[in-house]
């Protein structure tokens, strides 16, 4: 996951986490630039909390973004599609500036997750209201593409 203000207005705080069954789905990564300090579960081998910026960071390997959710967002993006062997999980978003600037001109393929996800609170247990709006997983490279397109997270594969 990553840190994240998931926009209900029903959850009232900014971090929330990946369900592990996504994170499972896609398969290993090396790096999660947004983890929580404490998380119940990894989402990479290696995190960097808010506490080390990780839009500071040297990011390596294949990275997993969950950005916190707001003005900032755009920013992670940006790093995502300079850094490439990298998969975002974000709101589908797809008229907003940041999507026009930094995931239709390069990313490589999308998978817009069926139905609205229910993250997770940071002690593990599943929110009870969905996120509020629809998801997307976001890939910058083609090896992060194939994930997507044979992870079995039930949406629509869209390659770009």
Excluded at 53 to 66: D, I, P, Q, S, T
Excluded at 139 to 145: E, L, P, R, V
Aim: glycine share 12%; hydrophobic share 40%.
């Amino acid at each position: 996951m990553s840190i994240g203000g998931h926009q209900s207005a029903k959850m009232g705080k900014d971090e929330w986490l990946t369900p592990p069954e996504i994170i499972n789905a896609l398969g290993g990564f090396d790096l999660d630039p947004c983890s929580p300090v404490n998380r119940p579960w990894d989402t990479a081998k290696q995190h960097y909390t808010i506490d080390d910026n990780g839009l500071l960071k040297e990011w390596h390997g294949r990275v997993f973004c969950n950005p916190p959710y707001g003005r900032a967002t755009g920013r992670w993006l940006g790093r995502c599609a300079e850094h490439r062997d990298c998969t975002a999980l974000i709101f589908a978003r797809t008229e907003t500036a940041m999507f026009f600037e930094f995931v239709w001109p390069k990313a490589k393929a999308l998978l817009f997750i069926e139905g609205r996800l229910h993250f997770h609170h940071v002690d593990g247990t599943r929110a009870s209201s969905n996120a509020g709006a629809p998801s997307v997983l976001v890939a910058w490279d083609y090896k992060n593409a194939g994930a997507l397109a044979g992870c079995g997270i039930k949406g629509q594969f869209v390659g770009l």
